[in-house]
Every structure is written in structure tokens, then in C-alpha cells.
């Protein structure tokens, strides 16, 4: 079973830069395509970034294209989110996930992601 446990989220203005990384556990990574996904107040839980297994393919949600990108370390496990840019409408929990079929589609959902982190709180305000 993979295991999912996201850091680097906190306070920051706008304007600003963070990093999210994703440590996994208890599986290879390298079999599992990887997301991000964010959860506002009063919302329901939105896609944000996707990368594929072998970290080709990539592909954003409108809201932060050309603003975030997704990476992954398949030797290490881990997977990051580098956020820049930041507004205040970014302010939420987010969430990395995976989805065993090793794949990225350009119009990203949340069903196919089967394991979750416990999610981590980006505040975004000045």
C-alpha cells in the first residue's frame, strides 16, 4: 500500500513562493501517476497539476498554468509542487495523490487517484 505524506505548506504573501513535497512510502513511485489537488473553504476539492510515471508528461489546471509546476524524484519517492505567484485565491489544503495506471490526462479528475496524503494547510495572505 503507498503511503502519502505532504509538507512545506504554511504562510506566505502574495506574490510569494512555495514548495510542497510529497514523501511516499511502502511502493515504488515510479509505477503510480502523481497529482496535486487543492480543497478551499466552502469547496469542493479541485485538480491542480498532474505528472506522469516517468515524470513525461505533465499537465495544469487553467487556474495555475504558468504559475505552479509539478516534479517528481522517482529514486527518492517523492513529488513536488512548486508554487509562485501566489494569490490569495490559492489559500487552501492541499493534497498529493496517486493513481495506479501510471498516467496524466490532460483534463485531470479525482476519481482515478486511489491513494491520499492527509493534506497541508498554503495560506496566502499579507
Known amino acids: 500500500q503507498l503511503q502519502l505524506v505532504e509538507s512545506g505548506g504554511g504562510l506566505v504573501q502574495p506574490g510569494g513562493s512555495l514548495r510542497l513535497s510529497c514523501a511516499t512510502s511502502g511502493r515504488g513511485l515510479h509505477d503510480y501517476g502523481v497529482g496535486w489537488f487543492r480543497q478551499a473553504p466552502g469547496k469542493e476539492r479541485e485538480p491542480l497539476a498532474c505528472?506522469?510515471?516517468?515524470?513525461?508528461?505533465?499537465n495544469y489546471a487553467d487556474s495555475v498554468k504558468g504559475r505552479f509546476t509539478i516534479s517528481r524524484d522517482n529514486a527518492k519517492n517523492m513529488m513536488y509542487l512548486q508554487m509562485n505567484s501566489l494569490k490569495t485565491e490559492d489559500t487552501g489544503v492541499y493534497y498529493c495523490?496517486?493513481?495506479?495506471?501510471?498516467?496524466?490526462?490532460?483534463?485531470?479528475?479525482?476519481?482515478?487517484?486511489?491513494?491520499w496524503g492527509q493534506g497541508n494547510q498554503v495560506t496566502v495572505s499579507s
Open positions: 505528472i506522469s510515471s516517468s515524470g513525461a508528461s505533465t
Open positions: 495523490a496517486a493513481e495506479g495506471l501510471g498516467g496524466c490526462p490532460r483534463r485531470i479528475t479525482i476519481k482515478p487517484f486511489t491513494h
